[in-house]
């Protein structure tokens, strides 16, 4: 079934579960799920807004809601909303992995790695919390913390574009510059079109020829 019909089917579902809140919320979850995948964040956060007022106790309409704050640029809701979804549920690692993100997007380094030690401790072969975790220890001056978490990230989820262009980042902090340019070469053949890494590894050539 096509999105767009499987949302029409939401739309009926909604419209004839007025007498039933757990079936108006469920429809309300699927819905927002659905919008969320066609790109509509504003109409999907509408939908987890809606769900999460019909369940108060539910981590996941709060943590989709903050999710979708988040991608529309409201950090500070975002953070209220990811806080309710850890006190509901706190041993869910992809929520302290994702309020994290957006402690870093507000600045808050310091907070930003804790929330990922936390998903660490709860799911230790989380590769996107030791990515992220290397990129708050970049930003608090620990660039020998940041290889360490940026090598297990490549260990458990395989070489990726990010994860060696923050590699080359770090090895060029510690001066390791042939090391840094490698990897930024392997970067940019895994993502040829992304600029970012396009200048890092010009920075890095002309560091080289020095």
Same mark, same amino acid.
């Given at each position: 079934m096509a999105p767009a019909s *499987?949302? @029409?089917s939401c739309d009926r579902l909604i419209a004839a579960a007025e007498g039933d809140p757990e079936l108006?919320?469920?429809a309300r979850m699927q819905r927002g799920l659905l919008r969320e995948k066609e790109g509509d964040i504003s109409a999907a956060l509408a939908d987890f807004e809606a769900a999460a007022q019909l369940d108060p106790e539910s981590a996941f309409a709060q943590f989709n809601k903050a999710n979708m704050l988040a991608a529309s640029g409201q950090s500070e809701k975002a953070l209220d909303a990811y806080a309710r979804a850890i006190a509901i549920e706190p041993k869910d690692a992809d929520f302290y992995v994702n309020r994290g993100v957006t402690y870093r997007i507000?600045?808050?380094? *310091?907070? @930003?790695?804790?929330?990922?030690?936390?998903?660490?401790?709860?799911?230790?072969?989380?590769a996107d919390a030791y990515f992220n975790r290397a990129m708050s220890s970049i930003e608090l001056g620990s660039a020998a913390n940041a290889l360490e978490d940026l090598e297990v990230a490549r260990k458990l989820g395989?070489?990726?574009a990010p994860v060696l262009a923050a590699t080359a980042r770090v090895l060029a902090i510690q001066g390791r510059i042939v090391e840094a340019r490698a990897m930024a070469e392997?970067?940019?053949r895994l993502a040829p079109g992304d600029a970012d890494i396009g200048i890092l590894l010009g920075e890095l050539k002309a560091r080289g020829e020095k």
């Amino acid at each position: 079934m096509a999105p767009a019909s *499987r949302i @029409a089917s939401c739309d009926r579902l909604i419209a004839a579960a007025e007498g039933d809140p757990e079936l108006k919320f469920e429809a309300r979850m699927q819905r927002g799920l659905l919008r969320e995948k066609e790109g509509d964040i504003s109409a999907a956060l509408a939908d987890f807004e809606a769900a999460a007022q019909l369940d108060p106790e539910s981590a996941f309409a709060q943590f989709n809601k903050a999710n979708m704050l988040a991608a529309s640029g409201q950090s500070e809701k975002a953070l209220d909303a990811y806080a309710r979804a850890i006190a509901i549920e706190p041993k869910d690692a992809d929520f302290y992995v994702n309020r994290g993100v957006t402690y870093r997007i507000v600045g808050d380094e *310091r907070r @930003a790695r804790q929330d990922f030690d936390s998903a660490i401790a709860l799911a230790p072969k989380h590769a996107d919390a030791y990515f992220n975790r290397a990129m708050s220890s970049i930003e608090l001056g620990s660039a020998a913390n940041a290889l360490e978490d940026l090598e297990v990230a490549r260990k458990l989820g395989g070489d990726d574009a990010p994860v060696l262009a923050a590699t080359a980042r770090v090895l060029a902090i510690q001066g390791r510059i042939v090391e840094a340019r490698a990897m930024a070469e392997m970067a940019q053949r895994l993502a040829p079109g992304d600029a970012d890494i396009g200048i890092l590894l010009g920075e890095l050539k002309a560091r080289g020829e020095k």
